[in-house]
């Protein structure tokens, strides 16, 4: 039971490149999140899924798109990146309802846009 | 929709001395209130949680309490250990069905001074 696996941990772009970040998780959660973290600002919401084949806006969607491919599996890409999207990125999965309220988050992406 | 304001941003305390992290919240509807911990570099994990319906809860050297009609919750930290040294960050969650809306603080960085 691995929990919510993230992928890349770093990640190194130019200004307009695109890249994936992947996560997964194996605890049959409904509710998956993309969050990114930077100094000052706490975790602030990208998007969700509340439940498999539903996405959401959060708090600062500009920029990003996501996939929900299935249950596991929320996929959070930059089309074009720009250095305002330099942050960490966390994953986070929960069960509100059912199993689980609690957020249970990846070990993060350091993503630097240069 | 919903804002959490977390206080102080930084604190120091000497090692064995307690340690207190306020937020307050603003929308009366949230009924879950979960505090974080993020150590450098790590992904942030729940250290204590506490339900609306709960004015108090204790867990070892830790413990929240909540005060639903000022609308406001607090983490104790006692006996503070070098250990206890991170990024602490409260959550207000309203969880509706098998729906979840969170809100997090900006943070607290404590540092414990041995």
């Known amino acids: 039971n691995a929990g919510v696996t993230q992928t890349p941990k770093f990640q190194v772009l130019k200004t307009g490149q695109s890249m994936t970040l992947q996560c997964a998780q194996d605890?049959?959660?409904?509710?998956m999140y993309w969050y990114r973290q930077d100094p000052g600002m706490g975790l602030r919401l990208i998007y969700y899924?509340?439940?498999?084949?539903?996405?959401d806006k959060g708090e600062v969607p500009n920029g990003y798109n996501v996939s929900r491919l299935n249950k596991r599996e929320f996929s959070l890409r930059l089309e074009s990146a720009a250095p305002s999207q330099t942050s960490v990125y966390f994953c986070?999965?929960?069960?509100?309802?059912?199993?689980?309220?609690?957020?249970?988050f990846g070990s993060g992406t350091q993503l630097s846009v240069l | 929709g919903e804002n959490v304001e977390q206080h102080p941003s930084t604190l120091s305390v000497q090692e064995g001395d307690s340690a207190v992290i306020k937020c307050t919240y603003s929308d009366s509807a949230s009924n879950y209130f979960p505090w974080y911990k993020q150590e450098l570099g790590k992904r942030p994990q729940l250290i204590i949680d506490?339900?609306?319906?709960?004015g108090e809860k204790k867990d070892q050297r830790i413990a929240v309490t909540l005060n639903k009609t000022a609308k406001h919750f607090s983490l104790h930290i006692t006996e503070t250990q070098p250990e206890d040294s991170a990024v602490y960050f409260c959550a207000a969650i309203l969880i509706s069905g098998g729906y979840q809306k969170v809100t997090f603080g900006i943070g607290t960085k404590l540092q414990v001074i041995p």
């Open positions: 506490i339900r609306s319906n709960v």
């Open positions: 605890m049959n959660h409904n509710s």
């Open positions: 899924s509340a439940s498999e084949g539903t996405t």
């Open positions: 986070a999965s929960s069960d509100p309802g059912r199993s689980s309220e609690k957020l249970f």
